[in-house]
């Protein structure tokens, strides 16, 4: 069993940056891949950024591209996220995920490829 814990999320100005981290639980969590995804009010759960359980994989949305970093620290069991020149519309109870597969596949934007999710943290860009 996997449990993950977000952090980081806060509020801040346009233009600002956040980090947030995924702390993991569970001996296998290293060999996994992790997925950011988000949820603003009213809106669908959506895809953000991904990594492969090596760390050497990794995909984004196109809207977060060139701003966003996903990354890991398989010695602190820890997935980052990090938000630069965040915009209003990133503005979401954000969500890390982990699969049981250790690669990307082809439907690693899919939430039901994840079998493990934390209970999210909110992020909120104030204009």
Partial sequence: QVQLVESGGGLVQAGGSLRLSCAASGRTFSNYAVGWFRQAP???????AAISGSGASTQYTTSVRGRFTISRDKAKSTVYLQMNSLKPEDTADYYC?????????GNYYYPGE??????????????
Avoid: D, M, N, P
């Avoid at 995920?97 to 596949?105: D, E, I, M, V």
């Avoid at 994840?114 to 104030?126: E, F, L, M, N, P």
């Fill in 114 to 127: 994840y079998a493990y999710w934390g209970q999210g943290t909110r992020v909120t860009i104030s204009s």
């Fill in 97 to 105: 995920a982990a699969s049981q597969r250790s690669y990307l596949g």
């Fill in 42 to 48: 009213g809106k669908e759960r959506e895809f953000v």
